[in-house]
């Protein structure tokens, strides 16, 4: 099973910017692609990105099309999320996850999830 790791979280100021990383170890071919969710206090986790390992297949949640981009490095076996214009509702626990298939982006479509990594935008 493959383990993830994220890192980047933070405080930012509205209008600013975070990158994420998440890190990927022990992957196989059986793994076609990676997301990235998020969890705000008291709400459910929701999908915000996803991208394949092959062929680069993107897909976004639209409340972040257009300030979010999802991209990858297959040689270091990571994937990052780039996050620009951030607004204080983009504030959430933000998790990566990896499926073995490309789907309908719910929760249990993803088998690894990392620990997950806090941002924090301040109006």
């Known amino acids: 099973q493959v383990q993830l790791v994220e890192s980047g979280g933070g405080l930012v100021q509205a209008g600013g910017s975070l990158r994420l990383s998440c890190a990927a170890s022990?992957?196989?071919?059986?793994?076609?692609?990676m997301a990235w969710f998020r969890q705000a206090p008291g709400k459910e986790r929701q999908f915000v990105a996803a991208i394949t390992w092959r062929g680069g297949s993107l897909y976004y949640a639209d409340s972040v099309k257009g300030r979010f981009t999802i991209s990858r490095d297959n040689a270091e076996n990571t994937v990052y999320l780039q996050m620009n214009s951030l607004k204080p509702a983009d504030t959430a626990v933000y998790y990566c996850?990896?499926?073995?298939?490309?789907?309908?982006?719910?929760?249990?479509?993803?088998?690894?999830w990392g620990q997950g990594t806090q941002v924090t935008v301040s109006s």
């Open positions: 996850a990896s499926s073995t298939g490309w789907g309908s982006m719910m929760e249990v479509d993803f088998g690894s």
């Open positions: 022990g992957r196989t071919s059986s793994d076609k692609a």
